[in-house]
């Protein structure tokens, strides 16, 4: 729908290198409100998170995640450009939808 009622300047989808099956889709376009950047995380469900640590000094632990092979979730967030900052807001849910 954005892309029939906006002017969309850029659009794509990319995927997250450090999670399996999981990707970034995001919009950019110019509303009412100036410009606004969507972007939708879709990624694996987390079963299970295992750390793995070493007894010598010094050594870093490691965390592996076990990931679902059926279940996804999405997650939204929404920015406005700031003119001023040249940089992304992130806009919170709390009052956007409310009239």
């Known amino acids: 729908m954005i892309k029939e009622k906006f ?3 850029e659009d794509g989808r ?3 290198e450090d999670i399996p099956r999981a990707f970034l889709e995001f919009i950019i376009f110019e509303g009412p ?9 879709t990624q694996p469900v987390v079963l299970d998170k295992k750390t793995i640590y070493s007894k010598l000094a010094g050594s ?3 965390v592996n995640y076990i990931y679902s092979d059926t279940e996804m979730f999405s997650k939204l967030r929404v920015y ?4 001023s900052a040249g940089s992304w807001d992130e806009m919170k849910a709390s009052g ?3 009239g």
């Open 7 to 9: 002017k969309v300047l």
């Open 14 to 16: 990319r995927d997250l």
């Open 33 to 41: 409100m100036g410009r606004i950047k969507l972007e939708r995380t």
């Open 60 to 62: 870093a632990s490691k």
């Open 80 to 83: 406005q450009w700031n003119e």
């Open 96 to 98: 956007m939808f409310t």
